[in-house]
């Protein structure tokens, strides 16, 4: 075992109960029995190494990155707290002989080392004053915060072009605003967007990796009793959520509170960053409409409705700047008779989604203690909550794009709440409370649109089908494997 990561699992929390990790324990003395050290060995069960270190699945995509023969600099997206720091810094950092990072909201000073030649060949020996030597091929430089120095992205265009053996790597949280500001080197950079972790990601961190390895698989092959373990699992998910610091504060402690504590100082940090995103918003607008998104989950919304305090073009503008910053998802309804599915988006009849279902509950306030009794995940806070998860599972495997199905008849309430390609076709995806129901907008759908083989229905059950119907009930769960 590497001395490293016998200090890791010296200082780490205990393993999940359900194992007998502890193989045997080692009294070494030194010195007469002057220096006593107990040093516990554990057996090597990879899913509590996995569980310790928070495996995330864009762990392959920055290998790749690094591995390519056609590497960019790479910035990484994602609002604050999703994992961006931690990928680079206890991952892709120990893939290289020597790691510098430059954190440009600390380090202010630094910014003056961007303000004449944008030349690599200028600006590295400045930065070596602070690091030490960086040597292109075993160094991976860091850029942290990068939306602080709008200069320093622009820079990256000229590692690119002059100094493409070097790995650059960039993370910021409110990029698209720097954006504003800058001409954007495109085509000389690449990008790579960050999510909270999914429920598989969240199920590794717990230690649970054959029960994350089943819920990838079709749960036609899964035994029911499998898949109502793995539902009840999502319930803790639903509560937890999925941001890193939340997950790992609950694994460790064991302890929803704690974690719901790490929720509201994540909002409340959100809310700080209000203010950096245009002095001619009201905070208070802003806000209002955060919660107020949050607490329509699933329905269509209007900018009117949003705040009653502020006009709708105000809401407007504070929902554009919420959906900037990444803290929430717009959903426009589209025509699913071919793809794109953004081909035919109307952005003015839209749902929404916010960043994380954990952040999501705590900002709602909603009643664990109540809702944790309820039997049925589609039943908990009127089905808000399942909605949520779906979304936020879908937009974790497509990228940034979702889209649902609302009729364009004059009068028609008909919609499908969400729409999932895979294989090159169009899935309409319906979360509902059980297998009944008469599911008439999914079977209005089927009807007019001929290219959509299928409807899914993720629900708080087992797998089911009704091939009559064309349509297959599947666990919540399943929301991961529905897409592409």
């Known amino acids: 075992m590497p001395t490293d990561l016998l200090a890791q699992t010296i200082t780490a929390p205990p393993p999940p109960k359900k194992q007998n990790n502890l193989a045997f324990i080692l009294l070494q003395t030194r010195n007469n029995l002057d220096f006593l050290r107990l040093v516990v060995i554990l057996k090597l069960d990879i899913s509590f190494y996995r569980g310790l270190l928070l495996k995330r699945a864009v762990e392959k995509q920055v290998l790749m990155w690094k591995d390519s023969s056609r590497r960019k600099p790479l910035i990484i997206r994602g609002a604050r707290q999703v994992g961006k720091t931690w990928l680079v810094e206890n991952f892709l950092a120990r893939q290289f002989d020597s790691f510098v990072k430059i954190d440009l909201e600390k380090r202010r000073d630094i910014h003056n080392y961007f303000e004449g030649d944008l030349d690599p060949e200028t600006i590295l020996p400045y930065l070596e004053l602070e690091s030490g030597r960086i040597i292109p091929g075993k160094t991976l430089l860091f850029f942290d915060e990068i939306q602080a120095c709008p200069r320093a992205i622009m820079a990256l265009r000229y590692f690119y072009e002059q100094m493409p053996e070097l790995h650059v790597v960039a993370a910021g949280s409110l990029l698209e605003f720097a954006f504003g500001e800058i001409s954007i080197p495109v ?73 719901f504590n790490v929720q509201s100082e994540i909002l409340d940090s959100y ?48 929902f554009d700047l919420l959906v900037k910053a990444k803290i929430i998802h717009k959903i426009p309804s589209c025509d699913p008779s071919g793809l794109p599915l953004g081909a035919s988006a109307n952005q003015k009849k839209f749902k929404a989604a916010i960043l994380d279902i954990g952040l999501l509950q705590r900002l709602c306030q909603v009643p664990v203690e109540l809702e944790l009794k309820q039997k049925n995940l589609l039943a908990m806070y009127r089905g808000i909550l399942a909605e949520q998860f779906v979304a936020q599972e879908l937009l974790a495997k497509d990228g940034s794009e979702l889209y649902y199905w609302a009729r364009q008849a004059r009068g028609s309430s008909a919609e499908v709440d969400y729409l999932a390609v895979r294989n090159g076709q169009i899935y309409p995806v319906e979360v509902k409370s059980g297998a009944g129901g008469s599911l008439k907008s999914l079977h209005l759908m089927l009807a007019k649109y001929s290219n959509c083989p299928e409807g899914i229905v993720l629900y708080s059950g087992t797998f089911n089908e009704l091939p009559e119907q064309k349509i297959v009930f599947m666990p919540l769960y399943s929301a991961t494997t529905i897409s592409d």
């Open 271 to 318: 809310r700080d960053d209000f203010s950096k995103y245009t002095p001619s918003i009201d905070i208070t607008c802003l806000d209002s409409v955060f919660l107020n998104v949050a607490k329509s989950i699933g329905e269509q919304l209007k900018y009117t409705r949003l705040n009653a305090a502020h006009s709708g073009q105000m809401n407007h503008k504070a």
């Open 187 to 259: 085509g000389r950079v690449q990008y790579l967007y960050m999510h909270p972790m999914t429920f598989y990601e969240y199920l590794l961190a717990m230690g649970k990796e054959t029960m994350a390895e089943f819920m990838l698989k079709p749960p036609s092959e899964v035994a029911p009793e499998i898949q109502r373990k793995i539902l009840s699992e999502l319930k803790s998910y639903f509560f937890v959520g999925g941001m890193p610091e939340c997950v790992k504060t609950y694994r460790d402690s064991n302890s929803m509170i704690e974690a």
